[in-house]
């Protein structure tokens, strides 16, 4: 009961945190992602709100989040190489590479 209450305050944290940061999509990466219980509560809680994006070609361990890290480093440069502030197209257009990347990865 109480690891049960632990789980699904995580779920709740990470619902928080993507409302917050006014996302759509989440990417589960790190070693806690193996926990089925905890996997099994995002899908069912949070997947009809958001893109949950899982690893498929790469090890869900910690090993891995340094290339979300780079993932994340490519999207800053690619923004801070615009004088002015970003237009929707390229707002849209560096989402779409962002989602790219993140799909290669995952």
Same mark, same amino acid.
């Given at each position: 009961?109480? %690891? *049960?209450?632990?789980? $699904? !305050?995580?779920?709740?944290?990470?619902?928080?945190?993507?409302?917050?940061?006014?996302? /759509?999509?989440?990417?589960?990466?790190?070693? #806690?992602?193996? &926990?089925? =219980? *905890? #996997?099994? *509560? $995002? /899908?069912?809680? $949070?997947?009809?709100?958001?893109?949950?994006?899982?690893?498929?070609?790469?090890?869900? &361990?910690? +090993?891995?989040?340094?290339?979300?890290?780079?993932?994340? =480093?490519? $999207?800053?440069?690619? %923004?801070?190489?615009? +004088?002015?502030?970003?237009? /929707?197209? %390229? !707002? !849209?257009?560096?989402?779409?590479?962002? &989602?790219? #990347? =993140?799909?290669? =990865?995952?």
């Amino acid at each position: 009961r109480i %690891a *049960l209450q632990v789980h $699904l !305050t995580l779920v709740d944290m990470v619902d928080r945190i993507a409302w917050l940061a006014g996302t /759509q999509h989440i990417a589960c990466s790190g070693g #806690v992602f193996q &926990n089925a =219980l *905890l #996997v099994d *509560l $995002l /899908q069912t809680r $949070l997947g009809h709100k958001y893109v949950l994006h899982f690893h498929k070609q790469l090890s869900p &361990n910690d +090993e891995s989040i340094p290339l979300g890290q780079l993932a994340r =480093l490519q $999207l800053s440069k690619a %923004a801070s190489r615009q +004088e002015e502030p970003p237009t /929707q197209q %390229a !707002t !849209t257009s560096l989402r779409r590479s962002m &989602n790219g #990347v =993140l799909t290669s =990865l995952l």
